[in-house]
């Protein structure tokens, strides 16, 4: 399986970060899997931000909930981040990833990252 | 919620050496601990999960260990490929996923 991420790499202060996920050589469609979102600030270490079950079903970090919104598009095979009224703090790569059964519900599959920006 | 400390913060070896490196929880989380390598511009890659299974393609050298709140990475035999840093990871009281603050290993 591949994960590619998706988006824009500056966003202003204020506005909504917006992010896609696309897997490819895997079904999103899959009881099998889970599907993560996670960041790294600059020089810094990884955050954990959602995951979310093909059904839709989604966990996500208490410290950004009331900023969050995740969506899974199963039919295009998809998944996508929505972070609102962004800061400097939202400042990291952005990683989407797969977190599987046959690795004891790890992370087994990772996108290459997309390094996002706020700034005006 | 679960802390995960790393330590050392940075470990400086030679190649050929054995590099061990720890991982210790707040509170019991089993077996269900995995590590990850983050090499200089990449993403993570899974080396273990379950705290001793070694993910699809990992080297031998790499030998996960422990259980309940502290745990092991040790790479038996350093080579200059290993430099980055080294993550552990929970999963036993999820959510959320905890990750620790990571191990930079220099070579």
């Known amino acids: 399986v591949q994960l590619e991420e998706s988006g824009p790499g500056l966003v202003k202060p204020s506005e909504t970060l917006s992010l896609t996920c696309t897997v490819s050589?895997?079904?999103?469609?899959?009881?099998?899997?889970?599907w993560a979102w996670i960041r790294q600030p600059p020089g810094k270490g990884l955050d954990w931000i959602a995951f979310?079950?093909?059904?839709?079903?989604?966990n996500t970090n208490p410290s950004l909930k009331s900023r969050l919104t995740i969506s899974v598009d199963t039919s295009r095979n998809q998944f996508s981040l929505r972070l609102s009224s962004v800061t400097a703090a939202d400042t990291a790569t952005y990683y989407c990833?797969?977190?599987?059964?046959?690795?004891?519900?790890?992370?087994?599959?990772w996108g290459q990252g997309i390094l996002v920006t706020v700034s005006s | 919620e679960i802390v995960l400390t790393q330590s050392p913060a940075t470990l400086s070896l030679s190649p050929g050496e054995r590099a061990t490196l720890s991982c210790r929880a707040s509170?019991?989380?089993?077996?269900?601990l995995a590590w990850y390598q983050q090499k200089p511009g990449q993403a993570p890659r899974l080396l273990i999960y379950?705290?001793?299974k070694r993910a699809t393609g990992i080297p031998a050298r790499f030998t996960g260990s422990g259980s309940g709140t502290d745990f092991t990475l040790t790479i038996s035999s350093l080579e200059p490929e290993d430099i980055g840093v080294y993550y552990c990871?929970?999963?036993?009281?999820?959510?959320?996923?905890?990750f620790g603050q990571g191990t930079r290993l220099e070579i």
């Open positions: 050589g895997g079904s999103l469609n899959s009881s099998s899997h889970y």
């Open positions: 990871q929970q999963r036993s009281n999820w959510p959320p996923i905890i």
């Open positions: 990833a797969r977190i599987s059964d046959s690795s004891g519900y790890h992370i087994d599959s």
């Open positions: 979310s079950f093909y059904s839709g079903s989604t």
């Open positions: 379950d705290s001793s």
């Open positions: 509170q019991s989380v089993s077996d269900f």
